[in-house]
Nanobody, 117 residues
Framework: QVQLVESGGGLVQPGGSLRLSCSAS????????MGWYRQAPGKQRELVAR???????NYADSVKGRFTSSRDNARNTVNLQMNNLKPEDTAVYYC???????????WGQGIQVTISS
């Protein structure tokens, strides 16, 4: 049974930091990309950061310079360090793991991140 378990969300003030972590288990073939997406109320899910197996990372323009993603291929984990958080970062954040074969995207259950004073 495949599981993606996210942790680290919560409520912080503007300018604060949070670190999200995601651990994938049960995927028996190679995981290609891992990453993070988010969905704010009334909006579509959007890319935050996506990192290839080789470590190349793509960030949304809105988070460049503030967020950093990293992964551990041996542990099937991906992290998202979020600094200088803004109210517009408030959303449910979802972890992604892209299975190589058969091709399939697994998603975590989502974790709430709220930025408010």
């Amino acid at each position: 049974q495949v599981q993606l378990v996210e942790s680290g969300g919560g409520l912080v003030q503007p300018g604060g930091s949070l670190r999200l972590s995601c651990s994938a288990s049960g995927i028996i073939t190679v995981i290609l990309d891992m990453g993070w997406y988010r969905q704010a109320p009334g909006k579509q899910r959007e890319l935050v950061a996506r990192i290839t197996r080789g470590g190349v990372t793509n960030y949304a323009d809105s988070v460049k310079g503030r967020f950093t993603s990293s992964r551990d291929n041996a542990r099937n984990t991906v992290n998202l360090q979020m600094n200088n958080l803004k109210p517009e970062d408030t959303a449910v954040y979802y972890c992604l793991a892209q299975q190589s074969f058969p091709a399939y995207n697994y998603w975590g259950q989502g974790i709430q991140v709220t930025i408010s004073s």
